[in-house]
């Protein structure tokens, strides 16, 4: 009733093929803002074509791992690479360039230029390059016609791209991230909370997009603190715990009574 059309929350999708490592992280260290080690020696990879999920309750160091794969934050000790580069602590804009697309967990802090248009928050990280610069120089029209694209493949609802983001519901102002990074060329994409506080149709079609982006190869972290979601979509899961990744199941025979209790004891012995 709320979107006027059947919504399906069960993820269609098929198996994984997952093809060469795009993401490699090896024992990361990060501080809290209070400098308390929270993320404390993770090691995991990512593939081109499948999505790595990542489970774990609230406050278990998943926001700080996720600021320190973009950028955000600097890790204390540890490795990043990215297609075998060491890119530990490079800033966002230089992973941008390699191809890393980021899903903030917090739309409006993190995503948009509130007060911006839409159709300049759709270029946000891709002003500086032609067609959208020229010597310095903004050019308008190609702004503009990028978000004429860009609005209705993404189902944005708004009656133009000229509007404030501010303007939007939740939904469609998560459309415009998804649009945003999704139609870059990247090759690993970073899902910090994608659904977090959305209407289920915006829910169904960001699942998709998701899972069509791994099927067309890129490697997707996937970061949430809904279980459902994690479940429905991640082909492995890794399960955080007091900072540390305790477990790395398959996802398509874990079971969600299995992966609760080990995130609520940190015992991957516990559900066996």
Same mark, same amino acid.
């Given at each position: 009733?709320?979107?006027?059309?059947?919504?399906?929350?069960?993820?269609?999708?098929?198996?994984?093929?997952?093809g060469?490592?795009?993401l490699?992280?090896?024992?990361?260290?990060?501080?809290?803002?209070?400098?308390? %080690?929270v993320?404390?020696g993770? =090691?995991?990879q990512?593939?081109?074509?499948? %999505? @790595?999920?990542?489970?774990?309750?609230? &406050?278990? &160091?998943?926001?700080?791992?996720v600021?320190?794969?973009?950028?955000?934050?600097?890790? +204390?000790t540890?490795?990043?690479?990215? +297609?075998?580069?060491?890119?530990?602590?490079?800033? =966002?804009?230089?992973?941008?360039?390699r191809?890393?697309?980021?899903?903030? &967990?917090?739309r409006?802090?993190?995503?948009?230029?509130?007060?911006?248009?839409?159709?300049d928050n759709l270029?946000?990280t891709?002003y500086?390059?032609?067609? @959208?610069?020229?010597?310095g120089i903004?050019?308008? !029209?190609?702004?503009?016609?990028h978000?004429?694209?860009?609005i209705?493949?993404f189902d944005?609802?708004t009656? =133009?791209g000229?509007?404030?983001?501010s303007?939007?519901?939740g939904?469609?102002?998560? !459309?415009v991230?998804v649009a +945003?990074?999704?139609s870059?060329d990247?090759?690993?994409?970073?899902?910090?909370?994608?659904?977090? &506080?959305?209407?289920?149709g =915006? %829910?169904?079609?960001?699942?998709?997009?998701?899972?069509a982006?791994?099927?067309?190869?890129?490697?997707v972290?996937l970061v949430?603190?809904?279980l459902?979601?994690? $479940?429905e979509l991640?082909?492995?899961?890794?399960v $955080?715990?007091?900072?540390?990744?305790?477990? %790395?199941l398959?996802?398509e025979?874990?079971?969600?009574d299995?992966?609760?209790?080990? $995130?609520?004891?940190?015992?991957?012995?516990?559900?066996?």
């Amino acid at each position: 009733m709320m979107v006027g059309r059947e919504v399906s929350l069960i993820v269609d999708k098929g198996p994984a093929h997952p093809g060469d490592v795009v993401l490699e992280v090896e024992d990361l260290r990060v501080a809290d803002d209070r400098g308390t %080690i929270v993320v404390d020696g993770p =090691s995991f990879q990512v593939r081109a074509g499948e %999505i @790595f999920g990542i489970a774990g309750v609230a &406050g278990n &160091g998943q926001d700080e791992l996720v600021e320190a794969l973009n950028g955000l934050r600097r890790s +204390r000790t540890g490795i990043v690479r990215l +297609r075998g580069q060491d890119v530990t602590n490079h800033s =966002s804009r230089e992973l941008s360039e390699r191809g890393v697309a980021y899903i903030p &967990g917090d739309r409006q802090r993190y995503g948009l230029v509130l007060p911006y248009p839409i159709e300049d928050n759709l270029v946000l990280t891709d002003y500086y390059h032609a067609p @959208f610069s020229r010597r310095g120089i903004i050019n308008e !029209k190609a702004i503009t016609e990028h978000a004429k694209r860009l609005i209705p493949e993404f189902d944005i609802r708004t009656p =133009s791209g000229s509007v404030p983001a501010s303007t939007l519901s939740g939904g469609n102002q998560q !459309k415009v991230i998804v649009a +945003r990074e999704f139609s870059r060329d990247i090759s690993l994409l970073v899902a910090d909370q994608p659904t977090r &506080g959305i209407d289920v149709g =915006s %829910i169904e079609f960001i699942h998709k997009q998701i899972v069509a982006k791994r099927d067309a190869g890129t490697a997707v972290l996937l970061v949430s603190a809904e279980l459902d979601e994690i $479940m429905e979509l991640s082909d492995r899961i890794g399960v $955080m715990y007091r900072g540390r990744l305790v477990a %790395i199941l398959d996802g398509e025979t874990a079971q969600k009574d299995q992966v609760g209790l080990i $995130m609520a004891t940190g015992n991957p012995d516990v559900a066996a």
